[in-house]
């Protein structure tokens, strides 16, 4: 019996279902999809490729998705990965000697983007390091949006990595958009945070900077500098949104 459980989140994920089972197949045979209510054939596929699948009703809080996980994993390891995401064969044999080594470690896996036909290498894409394996008893999940992971075992960064197939088009980067600036702004407003629009602008303006100069954007080319110029508008909307509540607040 495997030690390792990798962990699915899905909706409507029917395009990367099948590869990416199979992908984390390659690790363990134990694969749990957390599905939020996909209306395609995510789930079909999910169980005929030999996925256990459970069910939580979507809340737009994925670390609540990511905590419900832990309550179905029944070993010792648990790995998180994303529909669009692969590990690279290099990756794969890290992660199973890991689970193999049983040592009292949480590991850090590095991640390369693709975004609309294109490596990512700076700014608001570049490669970036996620913790995503555990001890399945030693972590829990905080905050609604861009989720993270607490967890008190020594942290090291496993050798290979995760390529990450994110926005194929500019649809979907849309509808993240809008989701995620939507998000942030109802748990920034519940738990306090206020804004006016003074400092939304600096805030976006300050985003840029840090997208297309200091983390080097541009060196991606017209699609690095489009990323950064998103970044602003990512960065001011959700500011927007939050001061949109507060003047209903205070209506």
């Not at 459980?5 to 134990?30: F, G, P, S, W």
């Not at 900077?209 to 508008?233: P, R, V």
């Amino acid at each position: 019996m495997s030690n390792l459980t990798v962990v699915i989140l899905t909706k409507n994920e029917e395009k990367n279902i099948v590869d990416v089972i199979h992908n984390a197949k390659q690790v363990t045979e134990t694969v749990l999809i957390v599905d939020s209510g996909s209306t395609d054939n995510t789930v079909a596929l999910a169980e005929a490729n030999g996925a256990k699948v459970v069910y939580r009703a979507w809340d737009n809080d994925f670390g609540a998705q990511r905590n419900f996980a832990l309550q179905h994993v029944t070993t010792k390891w648990v790995l998180y990965l994303d529909a669009d995401e692969r590990l690279n064969s290099k990756i794969v044999e890290a992660i199973k000697m890991t689970a193999t080594a049983d040592e009292q470690k949480q590991y850090s896996i590095k991640r390369k983007s693709v975004a609309f036909g294109q490596e990512f290498n700076y700014g608001v894409l570049k490669p970036d390091f996620v913790p995503r394996l555990f001890k399945t008893k030693n972590v829990h999940w905080v905050n609604k949006v861009h989720e993270k992971p607490v967890c008190e075992d020594k942290l090291e960064v496993l050798d290979g990595y995760i390529e990450h197939y994110t926005y194929t088009g500019w649809q979907q980067w849309l509808h993240k958009f809008d989701q995620y600036t939507t998000i942030w702004a109802v748990d920034s407003y519940a738990k306090g945070k206020r804004v006016n629009l003074t400092k939304a602008f600096g805030h976006a303006v300050f985003g840029f900077i840090q997208m297309a100069i200091l983390k080097k954007g541009i060196l991606d080319g017209g699609m690095g500098l489009a990323m950064s110029c998103n970044h602003f508008f990512y960065t001011l909307m959700k500011y927007l949104k939050l001061i949109e509540l507060q003047r209903k607040g205070e209506n």
